[in-house]
């Protein structure tokens, strides 16, 4: 019959090489994301290191098995540690983390066969492997001003984990030099309760946190004009709403711009669609540069745009069309070696007074649009 705790490192085992297989299909078919690869090869390393224990007894000297399980221990959080950084753009350096994960091989190697200290032997690389979760812990939760749910759980469960770890690590170390089995027993009932527990959940928040990753990048997916890179019409009327009241609350008037290039159809029918298409790309990017980070912009139809912001009165709303109708009238596009001239129209509405909703306000400022057109083109109107 063989220990309970044989039984907990099989489940382990096979938990980590599930584990491993899932992240590595994540990495197949989610764009080959190098953190997925990563975070698959840190839990293959995990599975060698769960196999090299339930393997022990294979080995001719102790210490050399006790080396390989600290070597694969700083293996598997290194490369943990790395996807993390690479999913979060976090510039730590893959040296610095090869590094600390050195050190806390060194550290053991000279408590294992230099100085044989078995607190030192046992702790210090748990103590590394300590440090490698808060980064992480720390690295996810900084990622974005306001984290997703599924990071927030990712985050507390690397932390939960490193308790885990932490409070083993120093049950190991108060042995001192020499072994206490009273320690060792109450040592292996922490590593073989909290930390599986601990070890599975921050796994399965892991795959969690990428789902949810998937998820925001499917709705964003859907809210995003291809062509233009901007907003599209079901996105805008899905950010607008918040936006406005947002703006309104910190007391700005909030203004809707709705502009549409003029003779389109002569554009495409010139310079072919191609040539069209590179003129939406074109003037989109420009207004973007030259619109604050803050406002929203969306492309609605064919060649109809809207603008959404916030400025202290109106009329600098309508200076704002002023100057972009101006900024596109002296911008000439390039297309294969000719350049395109275009010019806009604008009709401008303010929200705030009347109460209006978005889809009254587009209503509105289109038919300032319209008058703009049928007044000549090339102009703005304030409705
Ligand atoms: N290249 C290109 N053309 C498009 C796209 N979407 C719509 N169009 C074309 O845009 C043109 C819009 O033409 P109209 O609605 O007549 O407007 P216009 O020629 O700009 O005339 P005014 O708005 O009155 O100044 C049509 O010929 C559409 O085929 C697109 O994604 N790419």
């Not at 299909?25 to 339930?54: C, D, E, H, P, V």
């Not at 950084?85 to 408590?111: E, Q």
């Not at 980070?293 to 603008?307: C, N, P, Q, T, Y």
């Amino acid at each position: 019959m063989e220990s309970p705790f044989t039984y907990i490192l099989i489940t382990l085992f096979f938990s980590s090489i599930l584990l491993s297989i899932i992240f590595f299909m994540t990495w197949q078919t989610m764009g080959r994301q190098k953190y997925a690869l990563m975070f698959s090869l840190s839990f293959l390393a995990s599975t060698a290191l769960w196999a090299n224990t339930i393997f022990k007894s294979l080995f001719l000297s102790h210490n050399l098995y006790w080396m390989m399980g600290c070597t694969l221990s700083m293996l598997s959080v290194v490369l943990g540690t790395k996807g993390h950084c690479l999913r979060t753009k976090t510039p730590i350096p893959t040296s610095a983390l090869l590094s600390l994960g050195g050190v806390g091989v060194a550290l053991t190697f000279y408590f294992t066969y230099i100085d044989p200290f078995i607190g030192m032997q046992m702790s210090l690389y748990l103590f590394v492997d300590v440090i490698f979760l808060l980064i992480t812990s720390v690295v996810i939760i900084r990622h974005r001003t306001k984290s997703r749910p599924a990071e927030i759980g990712t985050s507390v469960m690397h932390f939960v984990f490193a308790i885990s770890l932490f409070i083993a690590a120093s049950i190991a170390l108060s042995q001192g030099r020499n072994m206490d089995v009273e320690l060792i027993k109450l040592y292996s009932i922490v590593n073989f309760t909290a930390l599986p527990a601990a070890y599975v959940g921050m796994s399965v928040f892991v795959i969690y946190m990428l789902a949810s990753d998937l998820a925001e990048e499917m709705k964003l997916l859907a809210m995003t004009d291809v062509l233009t890179n901007c907003l599209n019409r079901r996105g805008f009327y899905i950010q607008a709403k918040q936006k406005m009241h947002e703006l309104q609350k910190q007391g700005q008037h909030v203004c809707l711009i709705y502009w549409d290039i003029d003779k389109f159809k002569t554009i495409n029918d010139q310079f072919g669609h191609a040539g069209g298409d590179q003129v939406l790309m074109s003037i989109s990017q420009l207004i973007k540069q030259n619109i604050k980070k803050d406002d929203l912009m969306a492309r609605v139809g064919g060649e109809e745009f809207v603008i959404l912001i916030g400025r202290t009165c109106c009329d600098d709303a309508t200076d704002v069309a002023e100057r972009l109708r101006i900024m596109i009238q002296n911008t000439p596009i390039h297309f294969d070696e000719q350049r395109i001239q275009i010019s806009a129209s604008f009709g401008v509405v303010e929200l705030g007074e009347k109460d209006i909703s978005i889809e009254q306000a587009i209503n509105l400022a289109d038919k300032a649009l319209y008058k703009a057109k049928s007044s000549g083109r090339n102009k703005v109107v304030f409705s």
